[in-house]
């Protein structure tokens, strides 16, 4: 992700050429290499993956333990590699068979699994792998060295956010039933977590944020106002008197709210800026200054109530 980051802010052709495409193409590669194609749905799988900090032994069915396969983190990185790694062999002029296998297991990856959230009116959501299992439904606890429960969906409730950050898969341009469940499960997540996940707040709240309705009531249920409470909520209950947010985890976890902050104020979406997209139309006046944007521009912008009155623009 940095190194993709770093280009698409910077445009360094020289940094891709030598370094940036050279990583991810061997990423893309595993990838393409690893997805076993399956007869029956005529998508590529992802085999023996994890979805969670320290699977042990349970990913290869040792101890009764469930084999884990698809998780949405695996599938979404998966497509957003190979996509990317096509994407810039395309800009560079090389490799050109490659792009096409890319692309083409990139559109073939298996569905997303989905499962119901108890804690959110059994609404269906992303599952984080084909286990589908929550808290109070435990797997047998005989792992290795210790007794904890296997919890899908529960454990660590911010593996199946990849899709919408940091790769942008799924987006609000994304088909409408793809976008709701999207919004279902960050939101679901995070009302299990208090928006305070002790290992994931630089996925949680970005990935709210960029999902956020705008153009919504402001306390609708997925509107900036709801959202912006949901986030002072979490910073009181966890604030330190230095002013840290204790969330546990080993503190680059937390390094996540100054990009939400950005998302709700200027976001690039399938090649288009977007400009106070997050803040919905009958908000007081606002602005940002020179918030730095994929094809490396940095941008400037006022808005009143619905009318934008200045813009910059800076190539």
Not at 5 to 30: G, I, M, N, T
Not at 77 to 104: C, G, I, N, P
Request: charged letters at 15%; glycine letters at 8%.
């Amino acid at each position: 992700v940095p190194f993709v980051d770093y280009f698409e802010h910077s445009r360094d052709f020289h940094f891709l050429k030598e370094e940036a495409y050279p990583f991810l193409k061997a990423q893309a590669e595993f990838y393409a290499d690893y997805i076993v194609l399956n007869p029956g749905t005529d998508r590529y799988d992802v085999p023996l993956a994890c979805a969670q900090e320290g699977c042990g032994p349970r990913q290869m069915g040792h101890l009764g333990q469930f084999v884990q396969f698809n998780p949405t983190v695996d599938l979404a990185f998966a497509e957003w590699t190979m996509r990317t790694a096509a994407r810039w062999a395309k800009l560079l002029s090389v490799d050109a068979e490659m792009q096409a296998d890319f692309l083409e297991k990139a559109q073939k990856l298996a569905l997303y699994a989905l499962t119901e959230d108890p804690s959110f009116d059994n609404r269906t959501v992303w599952s984080e792998a084909n286990v589908q299992r929550w808290a109070g439904d435990p797997a047998p606890t005989s792992i290795v060295g210790n007794s904890t429960p296997f919890h899908a969906n529960y454990m660590y409730p911010i593996v199946q956010f990849a899709p919408v950050h940091p790769t942008g898969v799924v987006n609000i341009n994304s088909a409408p039933e793809a976008l709701k469940l999207a919004r279902q499960t960050v939101w679901g997540q995070n009302y299990m977590s208090k928006w305070a996940p002790e290992n994931g707040l630089c996925l949680a709240w970005p990935s709210a944020a960029k999902l956020v309705d705008g153009g919504a009531a402001p306390t609708s249920e997925f509107g900036t106002t709801t959202l912006l409470n949901a986030f002072e909520q979490a910073l009181i209950a966890t604030m330190q008197p230095n002013l840290w947010p204790s969330m546990g985890g080993g503190g680059v976890e937390q390094v996540g709210a100054t990009q939400a902050v950005n998302d709700l104020l200027l976001q690039a979406i399938d090649g288009e800026l977007h400009l106070f997209r997050g803040w919905e139309p009958g908000a007081g006046p606002i602005s940002f200054t020179n918030i730095r944007a994929p094809g490396a521009f940095l941008v400037s912008a006022t808005r009143t109530g619905t009318k934008l009155s200045e813009v910059t623009i800076t190539s």
